[in-house]
């Protein structure tokens, strides 16, 4: 009974192909597009995942805002390591600034370069590597020497990759390359690679004057192991406490909290876009009830002819809901072709606009499964008034319809 009902099912959806075919749209194009969703959640998760493994699972980011005459010094700061050494391993201040006309080379200015203050410490502890001359040393942060490393990009765009002795000017300053970094993007303007590090104290002093945007310190810490960096986390945060009195002026997150942070708002995003994509499966559902009941008032004689000869509501009831159900699971198969179709484009694609960035678009089996499930009920809930409707016919009135 049930094999021949799916068979009639299939028989008269496939006998209105084009019809179908419009009918499914919307499910086919709601399920592609939960499918490539989740899939490049996943992509992006995994992402995230690797540059945080590639920073270390140990490193501590520590940003202070300060509170007026209020303030803890670089010195101070490096005592950490010293006095909690089972805790504490390293420790770099960072001193971010950028604005209009901060950094020339020769007669040309350049807006979107990253510029901080670091010491030594800094390049170990953010895994990069020199490919040309040296990274900073202990000497050139004691006696403030005027000198910088610089990333790949203007490495190439400004010095054609002949950038080792030449100089560079911060605010009227001039600095000499004393080392490039190795090349960890697609070496564009404002990526990774468009850097500049200089001695920290010299950043500080650049910070007073009045050509600055804006300075924002921060440090960089690396806890003993992975298991000590919430340890360590609270030592820091009792040392600023003791100065600022307030939580208010300082922030203090290990890696582990910013990968969490940032999957929350990347679950949040997904939720959002995920819903926007089940809109097209509802619109999908409707089209199928609406189809549906154009069925039944198509088969009406049908159904009257079938009822006088003893056929009992609920066959005919399973006989539209299977209809429907089989509409939309059809359309579901073709919208996850569709889906893995998409998304080995975009995974073709996306290196070509974020190159720096490794991010494919992966469709998880459970995110499959859940959209064919969702596709499936979607024809069953909305195919059930139409099969209800059909089968509540009396027969006398159904045989007497033109």
Known sequence: MIIETFRQAIQNVWSNKLRTFLTM??????????????????????SMRDSFSALGTNTLSVQVWGNGSRTVS??????????????????????DFSGSGTLKIGTTSYRWSNISGVDENYSAMKNYQIAQGRGLQYMDIKDNKQVCVIGDYLAQTAFRGDALGKTISLSGVPYTVIGVLSKSGDSSEGSADDVIYIPYENAQRMGTGTMMMGTDEM???????????????GIVEKRLYKTYQSSDYYM?????????????MMNTMMIVLVAIAAISLLVGGIGIMNIMLVSVTERTREIGIRKALGAKERTILSQFVVEAATT???????????GYIVSMGANKVL??????????????FNSIVVAFGISVGIGVLFGYLPAKRAAKLNPIDALRYD
């Not at 749209?25 to 995994?46: E, Q, R, S, W």
């Not at 670089?74 to 001193?95: A, D, F, G, R």
């Open 25 to 46: 749209l919307g499910i086919i194009i709601g399920v592609m597009a939960v499918i490539v969703i989740v899939g490049l959640g996943n992509g992006m998760t995994k």
């Open 74 to 95: 670089v010195e101070e700061m490096y005592k950490l390591p010293t006095k909690y050494p089972e805790l504490i391993q390293s420790i770099s201040p960072q001193i």
């Open 219 to 233: 440090f960089l810490l690396t806890s003993t192991s992975r298991d000590t960096a919430s340890a360590a986390k």
């Open 252 to 264: 203090v997150m290990t890696s582990a909290e910013m990968m969490d942070a940032m999957n929350t």
């Open 328 to 338: 939309s699971a059809l359309g579901g198969v073709l919208g996850i072709a569709l």
């Open 351 to 364: 290196p070509m606009f974020m190159s720096d960035t490794a991010i494919t678009v992966s469709p998880s």
